[in-house]
């Protein structure tokens, strides 16, 4: 039995109907699937005991059960997904040393590997109350791109701080919009694993002030004083869905690799 295997977790993917960008989203065509299934399904492969759409609209719990998935109807004011995910935590009655994988359901192609990664490090992690990961930035725009959030770790893979600005500072080159060395610069990738007694607790935290300032709800954990585990992903992050643009390069990614 692999190591990965013997570490249970659950996955709970919030599918909000509502976006600003691509309205009714999570039931967008990709191929002959609506996107919420392709989630759905790459998570089911990635060991987890448990997978839960959770979502606050009945277009999205009615295209669930048409293709045999689980939802977990929530409330409609949640300001956040952790919110979300919390509310199911409770519904379904974890436990408090049980471990969530939050799972955006905007991710069509993500890594199942790249799932039980981030649970496995929770696990292994005691001193941390949340996992996450990252990814090497390859392209030296995405460094000054304020929708690429960055991640500096410690050397024992403990956030040190996430932000929106080009972090670390590379002196010299920076300021000349140049990138002599990407070692350092990682792109968080939006996928977190959590200890369902950590997430109830969360959500009772005040926003804190760098959190609002950011507008990075991790910031909230870093702020109280809580340490979240960070690691080079696995696998390359797939293409996320944001935008109608994207959903068309989703669709003939699809194609071209005959997902």
């Known amino acids: 039995m692999s190591v990965v295997e013997q570490v249970s977790f659950v996955v709970v993917i919030p599918a909000r109907y509502g976006s600003t960008r691509l309205p009714g989203k999570p039931l967008a065509m990709i191929g002959d699937k609506p996107m919420i299934q392709h989630v759905y399904e790459r998570a089911m492969l990635s060991g987890a005991s448990k997978v839960v759409i959770a979502t606050d609209d009945p277009r999205i719990e009615q295209a669930v059960a048409e293709f045999g998935g689980d939802a977990c109807m929530t409330r409609d004011d949640h300001v956040s997904g952790s919110d979300r995910l919390a509310e199911v935590c409770e519904s379904l009655g974890f436990a408090e040393s049980d471990i969530v994988v939050n799972v955006q359901g905007d991710?069509?192609?993500?890594s199942p590997e790249n799932i039980s990664q981030v649970a496995l490090?929770?696990?292994?992690?005691?001193?941390?109350?949340?996992?996450?990961?990252?990814?090497?930035?390859?392209d030296d725009e995405e460094v000054f791109n304020s929708n690429v959030v960055k991640v500096v770790s410690s050397l024992e893979g403990k956030a040190l701080y996430f932000s929106r600005a080009p972090i670390p500072w590379q002196r010299g080159a920076f300021e000349k919009k140049q990138v002599s060395s990407s070692e350092f610069c990682q792109r968080h990738i939006g996928i977190y694993g959590y200890r369902a007694g950590f997430l109830a607790e969360y959500v009772k935290l005040p926003p804190?002030?760098?959190?609002?300032?950011?507008?990075?709800e991790q910031l909230r954990v870093l702020a109280n004083g809580h340490h979240i585990h960070v690691e080079e992903a696995q696998e390359v992050p797939g293409l996320g869905v944001d935008t109608e643009e994207d959903?068309?390069?989703?669709?003939?990614?699809?194609?071209?690799?005959?997902?």
């Open 107 to 110: 991710e069509p192609f993500i």
């Open 121 to 138: 490090n929770l696990a292994e992690h005691s001193d941390c109350v949340m996992s996450t990961l990252s990814t090497p930035i390859m």
């Open 208 to 216: 804190a002030a760098i959190e609002q300032l950011e507008s990075l």
């Open 247 to 259: 959903l068309q390069a989703a669709n003939l990614y699809y194609r071209q690799h005959q997902l």
